[in-house]
């Protein structure tokens, strides 16, 4: 079992910046990759940002170039720095940890780009 915590969402003004964090706990030596997705209201959750374990990283279209995604082995946290922020941004981001063994998500933050 993997354990994830979410934090970092909140309310920031459109061109804005957060830095999202993602803790993982438990067996996390069985991860192969850990993504960031979000879901907005109404609409259907979606990859923002993944790593793997080489480490590779790949984004949505919808980001590039504003959102970056790290990770600090010793704190087995992974972030999602984001930058240049915009209303359409505005959801709840999830953090997703694929193992050899199966998939654990993270409870969630919320994120709210709005003047």
């Known amino acids: 079992q993997v354990q994830l915590v979410e934090s970092g969402g909140g309310l920031v003004q459109p061109g804005g910046s957060l830095r999202l964090s993602c803790a993982a706990s438990g067996s996390i030596l069985g991860i192969t990759a850990v993504g960031w997705h979000r879901q907005a209201p109404g609409k259907q959750r979606e990859l923002v940002a993944i790593?793997?374990?080489?480490?590779?990283?790949k984004y949505a279209d919808s980001v590039k170039g504003r959102f970056t995604i790290s990770r600090d082995n010793r704190k087995s946290t992974v972030y999602l720095q984001m930058n240049s922020l915009k209303p359409e941004d505005t959801a709840v981001y999830y953090c997703n940890a694929a193992t050899t063994y199966g998939g654990f998500w993270g409870q969630g933050t919320q994120v709210t780009v709005s003047s």
């Open positions: 790593i793997t374990s080489d480490p590779r990283t």
